[in-house]
């Protein structure tokens, strides 16, 4: 089970920051990311830092805005949102998994998740 925090509620335009960390295992050989979950959606892929070469993927929607970020050192995994968007608001969790970089976007890639924390962005 992997710890999340962060989350909370803002305006269009503010940020937020979200942490997730893991105390019984290392991130060092998993993949780690960040998916989403709004009411009524699946569950969709917004960041991931890929084990096999080490960089950030992002979606479309929030690639510019979102910075993901693991350090190993401290088996942690953050996720600064920055000029947040009303279609933002959703459960944001994080995973950890070893899929192959094509399927770095699905969520049944990944076996380890959050608890999910709640983002809502009012306009």
């Known amino acids: 089970q992997l710890q999340a925090s962060g989350g909370g509620s803002v305006q269009a335009g503010g940020s937020l920051r979200h942490s997730c960390g893991d105390s019984?295992?290392?991130?060092?050989?998993?993949?780690v990311g960040w998916f989403r979950q709004a009411p009524g959606k699946e569950r969709e892929f917004v960041a991931v830092?890929?084990?096999?070469?080490?960089?950030?993927y992002y979606a479309d929607s929030v690639k510019g805005r979102f910075t993901i970020s693991r350090d190993n050192a401290k088996n942690t995994l953050n996720l600064q949102m920055n000029s947040l968007k009303p279609e933002d608001t959703a459960v944001y969790y994080c995973?950890?998994?070893?899929?192959?970089?094509?399927?770095?976007?699905?969520?049944?890639?990944?076996?380890?998740w959050g608890q999910g924390t709640q983002v809502t962005v009012s306009s």
């Open positions: 830092v890929y084990v096999g070469n080490m960089r950030e």
């Open positions: 995973g950890a998994g070893r899929p192959i970089l094509s399927s770095i976007s699905r969520p049944s890639s990944y076996y380890y």
């Open positions: 019984e295992r290392t991130f060092r050989g998993y993949t």
